[in-house]
T-cell receptor
Framework: DAGITQSPRHKVTETGTPVTLRCHQTENHRYMYWYRQDPGHGLRLIHYSYGVKDTDKGEVSDGYSVSRSKTEDFLLTLESATSSQTSVYFC????????????FGPGTRLTVL | GENVEQHPSTLSVQEGDSAVIKCTYSDSASNYFPWYKQELGKGPQLIIDIRSNVGEKKDQRIAVTLNKTAKHFSLHITETQPEDSAVYFCAASISGFQKLVFGTGTRLLVSP
């Protein structure tokens, strides 16, 4: 497995509370991504980063923000969680020798009550 | 933007049979097509990928074919085994642009 960890792995929170998910990599890859996975939708890109402090929006970025202050860490923040953000969140990395290939972390299951 | 459609959504086969999953894409500029396998409770894992400069690629029991003219690509699994049971995702992107667009997934069930 690529050296990617996500924390927490499971979280239950209430509507309106802030939530931060963390992705940590040990591969020194340039690119990092956050996806959400929902039944019937596959994986959809939320935000991605192409370097420290360099980020861009994906397909479903509303309600989410990201930060990358170090190569190895990429944070996803839900400023005020809503029930529609209940999902499984995956972090991915790319930028090694096979630059296009994305490697995924184990996921975080988030439930917003 | 790119749109990827994947069929079927579920596929049941007997052990030893072949399985085929098909995807179509909309953006003719896409030139990188990976396939991922996702087991229950785990993240997607790359199993094979193909670029638009080749029409077919094989890796043991797995093969992928690409038809650029028709804008579709397929995953072929031969001699299926129960451990092939999982959800499979296709994806497409433009090489170097780092944005993968995924299909909605196919749940493959291989019965002994």
């Amino acid at each position: 497995d690529a050296g990617i960890t996500q924390s927490p792995r499971h979280k239950v929170t209430e509507t309106g509370t802030p939530v931060t998910l963390r992705c940590h990599q040990t591969e020194n890859h340039r690119y990092m991504y956050w996806y959400r996975q929902d039944p019937g939708h596959g994986l959809r890109l939320i935000h991605y980063s192409y370097g420290v402090k360099d980020t861009d929006k994906g397909e479903v970025s509303d309600g989410y923000s990201v930060s990358r202050s170090k190569t190895e860490d990429f944070l996803l923040t839900l400023e005020s969680a809503t029930s529609s953000q209940t999902s499984v969140y995956f972090c991915a990395i790319s930028g090694g020798q096979g630059a296009d290939t994305q490697y995924f972390g184990p996921g975080t299951r988030l439930t917003v009550l | 933007g790119e749109n990827v459609e994947q069929h079927p959504s579920t596929l049941s086969v007997q052990e030893g049979d072949s399985a085929v999953i098909k995807c179509t894409y909309s953006d003719s500029a896409s030139n990188y097509f990976p396939w991922y396998k996702q087991e229950l409770g785990k993240g997607p894992q790359l199993i094979i990928d193909i670029r638009s400069n080749v029409g077919e690629k094989k890796d043991q029991r797995i093969a992928v074919t690409l038809n650029k003219t028709a804008k579709h690509f397929s995953l072929h699994i031969t001699e299926t085994q129960p451990e092939d049971s999982a959800v499979y995702f296709c994806a497409a992107s433009i090489s170097g642009f780092q944005k993968l667009v995924f299909g909605t997934g196919t749940r493959l069930l291989v019965s002994p």
